[in-house]
């Protein structure tokens, strides 16, 4: 089945600093990219996502950048905010194993934005 | 518009002991899920319904069953509790399937002593 790769594990940056976090999938078959905000002790939500046939993708602070070659996707948070500071999780999915109904879950990113 | 709700919050349980993890939409999705997710390995699939009658295996589904008999309520049953089942179970629900965007619960943390 599909196989989602998330780097890194732990993030620590400044207060207005940029932070990158990078994802690998397996399935070149998938076809939607989406990623999760997890806050502690809270739900998953859904702050941005990418299909296949767009390479990038930008919502304010936010941009999710897409290489289907390469089988690689990254979040990009600008400007980075204490706000801003949770457990963030990649995904991939429409894979030809997954029957185009599930989602597969990277491990997480949890960041850490220091005042 | 309650999205999709999760009872209990909290449960203990001991092991060989059962329960039923509830979940209910009411934004009429076709599809709904079952995750668990342990500290540091992000969401596993346990089971997923693509609608009311039709349910199937996920990533780690040994130890749970399901059921859909209507849109709304999608519960997860665990058997014979055991201690590797200690986790925090979400549920989620989505329209239309994997590319579209999935609502979860609030989450049901369980502990198996």
């Known amino acids: 089945g599909e196989n989602v790769e998330q780097h890194p594990s732990t993030l620590s940056v400044q207060e207005g600093d940029s932070a990158v976090i990078k994802c690998t999938y397996s399935d070149s078959a998938s076809n939607y990219f989406p990623w999760y905000k997890q806050e502690l002790g809270k739900r998953p939500q859904l702050i941005i996502d990418?299909?296949?046939?767009?390479g990038e993708k930008k919502d304010q602070r936010i941009a999710v950048t897409l290489n289907k070659t390469a089988k690689h996707f990254s979040l990009h948070i600008t400007e980075t905010q204490p706000e801003d500071s949770a457990v963030y999780f990649c995904a991939a999915a429409g894979g030809l194993n997954s029957g185009y109904s599930t989602l597969t879950f990277g491990k997480g990113t949890m960041l850490l934005v220091s005042p | 518009n309650a999205g999709v709700t999760q009872t209990p919050k909290f449960r203990i349980l001991k092991i060989g002991q059962s329960m039923t993890l509830q979940c209910t939409q009411d934004?009429?999705?076709?599809?709904m899920y079952w995750y668990r997710q342990d500290p540091g390995m992000g969401l596993k699939l346990i089971y997923y319904s693509v609608g009311a009658g039709i349910t199937d295996k996920g990533e780690v589904p040994n130890g749970y069953n399901v059921s859909r008999s209507t849109t709304e309520d999608f519960p997860l049953r665990l058997e014979l509790a055991a201690p590797s089942q200690t986790s925090v179970y979400f549920c989620?629900?989505?329209?239309?399937?994997?590319?579209?965007?999935?609502?979860f619960g609030p989450g049901t943390r369980l502990t198996v002593l």
């Open positions: 934004m009429n999705h076709n599809y």
């Open positions: 989620a629900s989505s329209y239309s399937g994997a590319g579209d965007e999935q609502f």
């Open positions: 990418i299909r296949s046939n767009v």
